[in-house]
């Protein structure tokens, strides 16, 4: 009968190790499984397509003279990394590369002047214009294209606080060949010291607080050129702060108060003029340009992509990155 009784005790253990270890084996099975769903999706997670949409442009960067502006293009590609298995989405972005800068005619359709490519990606400030160059910058750096020249980037850029970047700052040509951000990050002026790289708030003392009413304000052959909008159907200039109004761009009162929304910019020494009708919704929104050079020539509009240039008879100029590239 102790035989037996020892033998029941066994039978009892052997059930609950068994029982143990099968417990065991299905938590290891368990956590197998899982890695293996986490490699699974995880794989999948790495592969990147990317797909050449194009070569994109003919944008206006900056008007040269009366008749002449440069334009930029640009590859365009679509980079999208396949998020798993279970879910239908991509995450996608797009890349910009081989940046092109262009000089045409704006008045009438003629082979390209000049042109080139950079070789990789760039931004280039719309509107600036010194010393037959445009405005650079890129990964951090800065620098100017000459027209007949490779682009040139210098120096780093430091940013000093409370400035932090350019966001969507206006870039515009400073005081002793240094360059003016309005509505830079952190600031709402500062000023880029070219011989240093370094961002430096523009505190606005004495002399310069008349500038604030400015919806944009460049140094122009010496001169600080505030463009403003008085109010009372007028666009002007004041020039250096003192004195008159330098120059009354004189329009039809109604055409302003109907059309005019505050917008306005300097292109060059070209100002342009932001036009969106609220009574005339066929209206395409556009941009007027104004010579202030008083060379008499007529009005052009472009419209507000920056792409097609219209004269006063209505004859479109644009040209196709395909073309600038000829």
């Not at 059309?259 to 300097?266: A, E, M, R, S, V």
């Amino acid at each position: 009968m102790k035989k037996n009784a020892e033998n029941g005790m066994m039978g009892k253990d052997a059930v609950k190790a068994v029982s143990a270890r099968g417990k065991v084996l299905a938590a290891v099975a368990w956590v197998a499984m899982s890695l293996a769903m986490v490699g699974m999706l995880g794989g999948c997670s790495n592969e990147v397509t990317t797909t050449f949409e194009g070569r994109q442009g003919g944008f206006l960067v900056s008007l040269v003279d009366d008749s002449l502006a440069l334009l930029t293009t640009v590859d365009r590609y679509d980079v999208c990394e396949e998020i798993g298995n279970f879910t239908p989405y991509d995450d996608c972005h797009l890349e910009f590369k081989n940046t092109g800068l262009h000089l045409v005619n704006y008045r009438q359709k003629k082979p390209v002047i000049w042109g080139d490519t950079a070789g990789f990606a760039m931004s280039i400030a719309e509107g600036f214009y010194r010393d037959s160059s445009v405005f650079i910058y890129q990964k951090g750096e800065y620098g100017f294209w000459k027209i007949g020249e490779r682009p040139k980037l210098m120096e780093k850029i430091i940013w000093q606080s409370p400035c932090s970047g350019f966001g969507d700052a206006y870039i515009r040509p400073w005081k002793d060949g240094n360059v003016l951000l309005k509505n830079a990050k952190g600031c709402k002026y500062a000023v880029l010291d070219t011989a240093s790289g370094i961002v430096t708030e523009l505190v606005l003392n004495e002399k310069l607080a008349w500038i604030e009413k400015c919806e944009d304000v460049a140094v122009w052959d010496g001169d600080v050129d505030c463009l403003f909008y008085d109010g009372m159907s007028n666009i002007k200039i004041l020039r250096n702060g003192v004195g008159n109004v330098f120059a009354d761009l004189d329009k039809d009162s109604l055409y302003l108060a109907d059309i005019y929304d505050g917008n306005l910019k300097w292109n060059y020494k070209y100002i342009l003029m932001y036009v969106a009708s609220k009574k005339n919704l066929l209206l395409e929104p556009h941009y007027v340009i104004e010579s202030t050079s008083g060379l008499g020539q007529s009005s052009v509009k472009i419209d507000w992509l920056g792409k097609t240039f219209t004269d006063s008879l209505g004859n479109e100029v644009s040209y196709s990155a395909f073309e600038l590239l000829q």
